[in-house]
T-cell receptor, first 114, second 114 residues
Framework: DSGVTQTPKHLITATGQRVTLRCSPRSGDLSVYWYQQSLDQGLQFLIQYYNGEERAKGNILERFSAQQFPDLHSELNLSSLELGDSALYFC?????????????FGEGSWLTVV | AQSVTQLGSHVSVSEGALVLLRCNYSSSVPPYLFWYVQYPNQGLQLLLKYTSAATLVKGINGFEAEFKKSETSFHLTKPSAHMSDAAEYFCAVSAEDSSYKLIFGSGTRLLVRP
């Protein structure tokens, strides 16, 4: 158990809908990362928050957004869903944002868009 | 730009045989390198981490990896494969930018034959 908790574990929704994925980082971790894992794209970095502030953006679509709340939990919002958004979404956390820090991953949220 | 290359999307070994999963990296600064494992329908679990303290890094479940700067490699090995080692393995490097995110290779699926 990494200590990173993600909900829901599985989600099936229709095209055009909006979903929210939730992440609780390890206790005390300030940095939260979101990754998308798909068969054709592998593990892609989406976005990072550090202590409530957006720190870095990766290959995140404009239809997607995220935030980190004062209690440090984070949410990833996916809207106007398309079939191609079906993937495993990982949340990960680390104590700080520092070179070489160890990043711990949650179990992921499986999103299926039908 | 930093990158990680994993040679071989699939590696098949017999139970009891040596496991060798290859990883090469590109980095303009001394790297921090990681190996993660993903068992079926599970999240990413940290196997081991290279921090420059020692070139041979021992991880969990009998795995180890050797850092070779001259070859820009960080190959993962295990002397004797077990059926329970069947999983996907990811090599990653810590990003040099202020996100310090992980940049992953494309992964290697390890199959263990009885």
């Amino acid at each position: 158990d990494s200590g990173v908790t993600q909900t829901p574990k599985h989600l099936i929704t229709a095209t055009g809908q909006r979903v929210t994925l939730r992440c609780s980082p390890r206790s005390g971790d300030l940095s939260v990362y979101w990754y998308q894992q798909s068969l054709d794209q592998g593990l892609q970095f989406l976005i990072q928050y550090y202590n409530g502030e957006e720190r870095a953006k990766g290959n995140i679509l404009e239809r997607f957004s995220a935030q980190q709340f004062p209690d440090l939990h984070s949410e990833l919002n996916l809207s106007s869903l398309e079939l191609g958004d079906s993937a495993l979404y990982f949340c990960a956390s680390s104590a700080h944002a520092a070179y070489g820090n160890t990043i711990y991953f949650g179990e992921g949220s499986w999103l299926t868009v039908v | 730009a930093q990158s990680v290359t994993q040679l071989g999307s699939h590696v098949s070994v017999s139970e009891g045989a040596l496991v060798l999963l290859r990883c090469n990296y590109s980095s303009s600064v001394p790297p921090y390198l990681f190996w993660y494992v993903q068992y079926p329908n599970q999240g990413l679990q940290l196997l081991l981490k290279y921090t420059s303290a020692a070139t041979l890094v021992k991880g969990i479940n009998g795995f180890e990896a050797e850092f070779k700067k001259s070859e820009t490699s960080f190959h993962l090995t295990k002397p004797s494969a077990h059926m329970s080692d069947a999983a996907e393995y990811f090599c990653a490097v810590s990003a040099e930018d202020s996100s310090y995110k992980l940049i992953f290779g494309s992964g290697t699926r390890l199959l263990v034959r009885p």
